[in-house]
């Protein structure tokens, strides 16, 4: 059809494979001139674009504002979730399964044999691509020396132009790469830089923690409490379920990894005693990943200077990348990005990790299943922007609800006394609102100790002997949770939030304007 030798495919473009697609010579001319046709439309269509162009810019500035309120009107408010990429394995896996295993009898097969056409079946397609592999190089040559024989002047001239463009790929090429990493420690072992991390407490064992020992419910009246108005906080299962999501999964598994969109830094907040260390420690102990401790409070006095501290993150960087899945736990997270550092903690120069973690979670790629996992108590005392700027994702961990305490009281007792049924847990449940899992843990540890797990028998347990215990502490107030709200509320993650769902900014807006006229008035 052409009066050529046509190129052979590569191995990227598929080979031979291409090449056998049963075309006939007329179908293969039907084509080359159908694409000549393409491209002089093609040509035609830039000229006509071109002349259009050059009407619309003259009235382009007069209309861009009617247009830009005319799509504001027109998008509809709300989240729109992202297509997975998962869905396509589920279907190749759906499809094989219709294709092979949903008709099939397997009457005969009570001990699930192997079946050997089916191996055969799939080994055939094994060995027919790597004998085409070969057989694909041969005909290269073959085709390269019919080439050569034909038309050696034009193969010459081919060949230099090939050559040009090459070396001119290469200049280019030279300026994009990127520097590669210094190894700081190339003469070193990784057993040695492990124990060196042991014995400085950077590297430390995770307590023997699982994500089912973290007991949690649902928010069962989240639904009522929206159609109120009212957004309520997350359930403590809300919590657990996206642990496993952004932690458990990528870290555990390689191809949820590959696909799943990475997550490299991730921050727990919420009040004292509701499980943050519970949490980080049970993601270690489900993925079996190492546990490093870069809280400012461990790292201080540890490696000084800027070369040590440099030297300390390569170091944790190595081993982490080594022997991933790794966790770098950065607990007191808000201390690295202080507002002003309190007089008593200046000593341990809280924020010397700030300006280098930028670049430390840049060196992470995205092949390493590494997580940073910040806890903070106090999220409000640091910088909004560079802190956020760390920690993408955050993860508001609320005091639990009435359901959760309930659910709670009743697997922490379960635990030490076997006849505890005639307890009254709702009272308990209800009493204790405002008190964290960790209050209620240590209610638990002070009244059920030995000598009154012995009197059981002859006095019963009572739900007014946890009061005592309970009244030591000091709960998690109104003010407290609504200055977390706060917090949040002004992170980019909570901004999102507020724009997914219809009816906050507005609300957000209308406070905002009741503060100013509420301001204006006392200034009258």
Request: glycine content about 6%; overall charge positive.
């Amino acid at each position: 059809a052409t009066g050529k030798f046509p190129d052979f495919p590569d191995e990227e473009d598929g080979g031979s494979k291409t090449i056998f697609a049963q075309k006939t010579p007329e179908e293969v001319a039907a084509e080359l001139a159908a694409k000549e046709e393409a491209k002089e439309k093609k040509k035609k269509e830039k000229g006509k674009k071109e002349k259009e162009k050059k009407k619309e810019k003259k009235g382009k500035t007069k209309a861009k504002g009617k247009k830009g309120k005319g799509t504001e009107e027109e998008e509809e408010p709300g989240w729109k979730m992202k297509p997975s990429q998962f869905l396509p394995d589920i279907g190749s896996s759906r499809h094989t399964y219709e294709a092979v295993w949903q008709n099939r009898d397997e009457s005969w097969n009570l001990h699930q044999t192997h079946d050997s056409e089916l191996i055969k079946e799939e080994k055939r397609k094994e060995v027919e691509e790597e004998i085409r592999l070969q057989v694909d190089e041969l005909m290269r040559q073959e085709l390269q020396n019919l080439k050569l024989s034909v038309d050696r002047d034009k193969n010459k001239k081919k060949k230099g132009k090939k050559g040009g463009k090459k070396k001119k790929k290469g200049k280019k090429s030279g300026k994009r790469k990127k520097k590669k990493e210094k190894d700081l420690t190339p003469d070193r072992t990784i057993d040695s830089l492990y124990e060196e991390l042991v014995t400085e407490g950077l590297l430390i064992k995770p307590k023997p923690v699982k994500m089912s020992d973290f007991i949690a419910e649902y928010s069962y009246l989240g639904t009522t409490l929206r159609q109120a108005d009212i957004e309520p906080m997350p359930s403590l299962s809300d919590v657990k379920q996206l642990l496993v999501l952004y932690g458990v999964l990528p870290l555990g598994c390689e191809s949820v990894h590959e696909k799943a969109p990475s997550v490299k830094a991730l921050l727990l907040t919420g009040p004292a005693g509701v499980g943050k260390k519970m949490l980080v420690n049970a993601i270690c102990n489900e993925t079996g990943a190492n546990l490093f401790n870069l809280s400012p409070a461990n790292i201080a006095g540890k490696y000084p200077g800027k070369s040590g501290l440099q030297m300390m993150l390569h170091m944790v960087l190595k081993v982490a990348r080594q022997l991933q899945p790794s966790v770098i736990w950065i607990d007191d997270a808000e201390k690295s990005f202080y507002k002003k550092v309190p007089k008593t903690e200046k000593q341990l120069d809280p924020k010397r990790l700030k300006k280098d973690l930028p670049k430390f979670l840049k060196s992470i790629k995205e092949e390493d299943r590494i997580v940073v996992v910040g806890t903070s108590q106090r999220p409000f005392d640091a910088e909004v922007k560079p802190f956020c700027k760390i920690y993408k994702k955050i993860v508001l961990v609320p005091r639990p609800d009435y359901a959760a305490r309930l659910v709670l009281w009743k697997q922490l007792i379960s635990l030490r006394v076997d006849s505890a049924m005639s307890l009254n847990f709702s009272a308990l449940a209800k009493i204790t609102d405002g008190f964290t899992p960790g209050h209620m843990v240590q209610a638990v540890d002070t009244v059920l100790n030995e000598r009154r797990i012995r009197q059981l028998s002859r006095k019963p347990l009572a739900a007014s002997e946890f009061l005592g215990s309970l009244s030591r502490q000091e709960p998690v107030y109104k003010e407290e949770e609504e200055a977390f709200k706060s917090w949040y509320s002004k992170t980019p993650l909570g901004k999102k939030k507020s724009k997914a769902i219809p009816g906050t900014e507005e609300d957000a807006g209308k406070e905002k304007g009741k503060k100013k006229s509420a301001k204006k008035g006392k200034k009258k």
